[in-house]
């Protein structure tokens, strides 16, 4: 059994994602093309993002390898910094595993070359996996994700290759506007597909958010009797506008394209209460794997870990408005300022 399991099998694990959204807001990546390209040039900014979600209460450092892929770096034209990079990557997450006995996981992802129909894309697919899992097994990672694939059958190539490097796999799928996987296959019917294909984890990530992905766990408990992930985006999705790319907001018209995603997503960003909700109910329908994903900060997964009844180290500052010069009741709060706070 490995690590992955072994921490699993003693409660619920939490997995910080969201890279790339955080580092386009601070400037260091671009919006579109989304290649994790300050692994190679800021890779101390990298390690410090690691070390603020294990921190926060992350038990996994992920190595940020999102999009570090063939295609991907392609689109950029730094294909020879393919190798480099996913390298880099796994190198800066080992290194912040150790400080903190974390797990430390490889990660692949969605191609956007995978057609259905057309066997010269998955092999392009298979071959694109293979290179990034064999570089995550070199580097000695305890298990390897493979996250926000809508084609369940790239996602089960992607677990064959996972499979084959001898490492456990997470592998979560992700649900556009309708509630099924693409191609219209019922979402528990394909992640008891992967789960019987041997991976050891399975579920949703991206896309949804809070209240749009909560109801379809239930769906994917039904179907698997293993372990099951949910990772929303901390976005106020709703029925109507179920994912982060259908979001409209008509208060604003100065959106190019109109079209919040990715960059005017802020005025729906959730706060850390609505977190601590969806991980109690998810936990009440029997998820076992957390997390946030794109536009997660610490404090969404300090509000997660701290609902599954943890005290990260992070918790030393959660919110104590008992001490507030105008709200608070602490003794040392002047009446004169307790009194004035209804009129703030």
């Not at 059994?1 to 997995?15: E, H, N, S, T, W």
Request: charged share 25%; aromatic share 8%; proline share 6%.
């Amino acid at each position: 059994m490995g690590r992955l399991l072994d921490r699993l099998a003693a409660g619920p694990v939490i997995c910080a994602e969201g890279y790339l959204f955080e580092f386009e807001r601070r400037g260091y990546l671009q919006a579109g093309a989304f290649v994790p390209e300050v692994v190679l040039e800021e890779p101390e900014m990298v390690a410090g993002l690691h070390r603020e979600f294990v921190h926060a209460g992350s038990d996994v450092v992920e190595a940020f390898t999102y999009y570090a892929h063939r295609e991907k770096l392609a689109v950029i034209g730094r294909e020879g910094d393919l190798e480099p990079m996913n390298k880099q990557a796994l190198r800066i997450a080992k290194e912040v595993g150790a400080e903190h006995d974390s797990l430390v996981a490889g990660n692949i992802c969605n191609t956007n070359v995978y057609v259905p129909d057309d066997p010269a894309t998955h092999k392009q697919v298979r071959d694109m996996f293979n290179e990034q899992v064999g570089w995550a097994a070199e580097a000695g990672v305890d298990f390897v994700i493979a996250e926000t694939i809508d084609y369940p059958d790239e996602a089960l190539l992607a677990l064959e290759a996972i499979k084959a490097h001898g490492l456990d796999a997470v592998v979560t799928l992700t649900i556009h506007r309708e509630p099924v996987v693409r191609g219209g296959e019922r979402i528990g019917e394909a992640c008891r597909r992967l789960q019987d294909a041997g991976a050891d984890v399975v579920g949703l990530n991206c896309i949804r958010g809070l209240n749009t992905m909560l109801p379809l766990m239930g769906e994917i408990r039904a179907a698997c009797d293993g372990y099951i992930a949910a990772l929303p985006v901390p976005y106020r999705t709703t029925e109507d506008e179920p994912t982060f790319q259908s979001l409209t907001d008509p208060d604003c018209d100065l959106i190019p394209g109109g079209r919040p995603f990715p960059t005017a997503l802020d005025r729906f960003l959730v706060n850390r209460y609505e977190v601590a909700a969806f991980t109690t109910a998810a936990a009440a329908l029997g998820v076992n794997y957390f997390g946030i994903c794109c536009g997660a900060a610490p404090q969404h997964i300090r509000a997660m870990a701290e609902a599954l009844g943890r005290t990260p180290p992070a918790s030393r500052f959660s919110a104590d408005m008992s001490r507030h010069a105008y709200y608070g009741t602490s003794e040392r709060i002047s009446r004169h300022y307790q009194e004035y706070a209804k009129e703030l």
